[in-house]
Each structure stands twice: as structure tokens, then as C-alpha cells.
T-cell receptor, first 113, second 114 residues
Framework: GENVEQHPSTLSVQEGDSAVIKCTYS??????FPWYKQELGKRPQLIID?????GEKKDQRIAVTLNKTAKHFSLHITETQPEDSAVYFC????????????FGKGTSLLVTP | SAVISQKPSRDICQRGTSLTIQCQVD?????MFWYRQQPGQSLTLIAT?????????ESGFVIDKFPISRPNLTFSTLTVSNMSPEDSSIYLC???????????FGSGTRLTVV
């Protein structure tokens, strides 16, 4: 089955700096790669996703890049703000086949003022 | 994207008892998924529920412990049976409506077994 590795497990940045979280996946059939933000006591919220036919996607301060050959994808947050502090999870699935998401272990991001 | 209502939001249960968690989706979805999130951990898939067929369980999870129902395309239940303190976790349901809308999650059920 799919195995998703996520690094780093914790990340501390100063407000205004950029943050990068990286994930690798094992199953070449995976074609959908979302990123979720989870605040304490809340459900995971989708913040951005990318399909396998796209190499990069951007939404304001957030961007995701995908390298299918190397089987890795990354989340980039620019101009970080304290409200970006949360746990971020990457995931992968073969959505065409209706498969579930397989999650990385998460990255706890702390943005200090 | 689909909106999922999950209940109960939390419960405290005695060991040896069972709890049934319900998820209602506001649109018809093909697949529903049940996850467990232990404190400070990631989400672990328990099973995939497809309407009209038996749920498919992941390694380490069995039907006798986590029976699942999927009576129609908008509803599913997960039962945590014969609970022990090790079952204390957050349980989340998720649904995939279409390729354009990704996966959404219910609000979660925080279960404490005492």
C-alpha cells in the first residue's frame, strides 16, 4: 500500500519568514496530493491540493509543488503569520480508484511573532 | 464540496460498552472512510465503506471490533465495540464526492473510555 513520509516533524519560524514541509510517497499510482491544516481540537481542513497532471499550484501565500518522477511534493508558506501555527498533514491517494487518503505523520508549525 | 455532520461530538464511556458514531453527508457520495486519530498522532485509516457491500478494513482493524454500516449513499455508522481505554481517540469520517472536490471530514468524535 501507499506509504507517505513527512518532514520535518516540528518547524519553528519567525513571523514573515517562509516555511517548507516536504513529503514523499511510494505508490506511483497515487494521483491526488492534498495538504490539511489541523488546529487544536478541530477537524483537518483542506488548504491546498494538487493533481498528478500539475507540477505546481499556488493560492495566495500557499503553494504546493509536485515531482512525480521523484515521488515527492512540498508545501510552501510564505510571509508566515502567527495564525499559521498548527499541525499540517500531507496525504496521497489514487482518487480515480476511490481509494482513501494515506497521511503523513504531520508537521507541527510554530510561527513566533 | 460535501458537508458532513458527525455525532456525537464527544462521549465518555465505560469499558466493555459500545458506542455508535454516525455520519451524514449532504450529498450522495460513493466512498466513505473512517479514521482514528490518537492523541498527538496522524490519521490512521480504519476502513472504507462502500454502499451495498461489506466494508474493507485495514490491517490491525477487524469487523468484530469496528462494525460499519453503509445503508445508503449519504450515511454511515462506525461502532466501537467492547471498548477499552486504548480505544480513547478521535474518530473521524470522511467522504469523497468527486474528483473535483477532494475529501472532506466530519467534525470528529472525541471518545474517552474509562
Amino acid at each position: 500500500g501507499e506509504n507517505v513520509e513527512q518532514h520535518p516533524s516540528t518547524l519553528s519560524v519567525q513571523e514573515g519568514d517562509s516555511a517548507v514541509i516536504k513529503c514523499t510517497y511510494s505508490d506511483s499510482a497515487s494521483n491526488y496530493f492534498p495538504w490539511y491544516k489541523q488546529e487544536l481540537g478541530k477537524r483537518p481542513q483542506l488548504i491546498i491540493d494538487i493533481r498528478s497532471n500539475v507540477g505546481e499550484k499556488k493560492d495566495q501565500r500557499i503553494a504546493v509543488t509536485l515531482n512525480k518522477t521523484a515521488k515527492h511534493f512540498s508545501l510552501h508558506i510564505t510571509e508566515t503569520q502567527p495564525e499559521d501555527s498548527a499541525v499540517y498533514f500531507c496525504a496521497a491517494s489514487n482518487m480515480d480508484s476511490g481509494y482513501a487518503l494515506n497521511f503523513g505523520k504531520g508537521t507541527s508549525l510554530l510561527v513566533t511573532p | 464540496s460535501a458537508v458532513i455532520s458527525q455525532k456525537p461530538s464527544r462521549d465518555i464511556c465505560q469499558r466493555g460498552t459500545s458506542l455508535t458514531i454516525q455520519c451524514q453527508v449532504d450529498s450522495q457520495v460513493t466512498m466513505m472512510f473512517w479514521y482514528r486519530q490518537q492523541p498527538g498522532q496522524s490519521l490512521t485509516l480504519i476502513a472504507t465503506a462502500n454502499q451495498g457491500s461489506e466494508a474493507t478494513y485495514e490491517s490491525g482493524f477487524v469487523i468484530d471490533k469496528f462494525p460499519i454500516s453503509r445503508p445508503n449513499l449519504t450515511f454511515s455508522t462506525l461502532t466501537v465495540s467492547n471498548m477499552s481505554p486504548e480505544d480513547s481517540s478521535i474518530y473521524l469520517c470522511s467522504a469523497s464526492g468527486s474528483f473535483n472536490y477532494g475529501y472532506t471530514f466530519g467534525s470528529g468524535t472525541r471518545l474517552t473510555v474509562v
